[in-house]
């Protein structure tokens, strides 16, 4: 994505959004940065609310006015702590306004900010934040950090995978919108392309989303995926799907819902499905368990730059490429920002598992999620070489590694093995 992503960092106190925007405009991203704080923001959030509470009353499209300060944005940049905004009621925190804001604004994708400002790298999800409602959790001092910004080999440093693009996010989210908008009544399941056999390798929290006493997982629609959102309060969650499902229905209902099931759909794809690395692969993890497919098996730095070759076959061998991966590949790619595959495809061919038994030795190497690159493993434990970690992942790959940078802290550490 070339163009300049235009960035909204919204938080209760003035030094510390300006702090923020600057550290943003000082890492010369493609990215413009406006601040919304202090009086500013509980004025934007008070209307936005107010005009949410008389559209979801009068259920009249009319009555919706967009909020002027949220508009001709792609990602909002929320601080976690917005105690400082004097609202009445409960204090409000980022969790509390990022359905609103993605349900009821343009606004493309979201990031929380400063959650948990003691932990860089998650070793229970490697996700950021796995119960949050944002896109993304970071803290501030990440975000000057090039792997957000530009999707190419990172140089040696913290650089964890699970990190998106942004500027990609953000393009892939505009796909994704559209995407549920035009197919609302399809199954996802079918829409995906999911194989039949890879409802045995999803984990009970992936099956959980798709299944209810009323659909089976390939039955479940966009718009029913819309039924298990939490970024809402329950009741205004109720009141949006009925105005959306109305003989004449709300177009602004219909684009709150639109937008809300890209966003779930997107977090559970990549926390739930993609995360354990048993149903759906990407191409870290699949270089690690089948080297055999790669050009230079031999030689760790091919294995790194296989992770970003942009265009098939990926760095992998074209008649194995073409024969028995490429059937593989999960063609959806509004909703992976690199290339991913089947796994149960894969795993279930018996070409492949004898090519794997009959390979010649390759290198004792780990991938190290915290940075993105394949490591050798030191012959002599020396206290050097790579951290195992278990995840708290549903799967049959729970124990991954990490390189463990300087400076970084890594949480929980009873997550670490040895």
Known sequence: MDETVKILVCDDQQNQCEDTASKLRSARHACSVDCLSGNDLRDALTALFSGIS???????????????????????????????????GARLAAETVIGYLRAFTDIAYI?????????????????GDYQSQ?????????????????WTSPTDGFAPWY?????????????????????????????????????????????AKLMTDACAMDETTFRGFFDRTKALLPADALALGRLADKPVRSAVAIDAVVRLVAGDLDRWLRRDVLGPQ???????????RMPFLFEGVEDIRRWNAALYCGQPPFGMKDDLYASYVEPALFRADAWQGSPCFWWPVLRQDEVLTRMFLDSPPWPDAVFCEDTSTFVEVPEADDGTGPLEFES???????????????????????RLVG
């Not at 929380?112 to 996700?127: A, W």
């Not at 892939?172 to 392309?193: F, H, K, N, P």
């Not at 048993?278 to 690690?288: E, P, S, T, Y």
């Not at 991954?400 to 802290?409: A, T």
Request: proline share 5%; with cysteine.
């Open 134 to 150: 944002a896109d993304l959790a970071l803290n501030q001092d990440h975000l000057g950090n090039p792997r957000l910004w530009t």
């Open 392 to 414: 708290e992942l549903e799967g049959s790959w729970p124990r991954r590694f990490v390189l463990g940078v300087s400076g970084k802290q890594y949480s929980p550490r009873s």
């Open 111 to 127: 990031v929380s900010l400063n959650k948990n400002p003691s932990v860089d790298f998650d070793l229970r999800y490697m996700f």
């Open 54 to 88: 008389e559209f979801l009353c009068t259920g009249q499209d009319s009555s919706w006015t967009p909020i002027r300060s949220f508009d001709g944005y792609d990602m909002a940049i929320v601080d976690n702590n917005l105690s400082g905004l004097e609202f009445e």
């Open 278 to 288: 048993d149903a759906l692969i990407d191409m870290a993890h699949l270089v690690a």
């Open 163 to 207: 990190w998106p693009c942004l500027p990609d996010a953000v393009a892939r989210r505009r796909r994704q919108v559209e995407i549920v908008r035009a197919r609302s009544g399809e199954s996802v399941w079918e829409t995906l392309q999911f194989p039949t056999d890879s409802r045995h390798y999803l984990s009970y929290r992936a099956k």
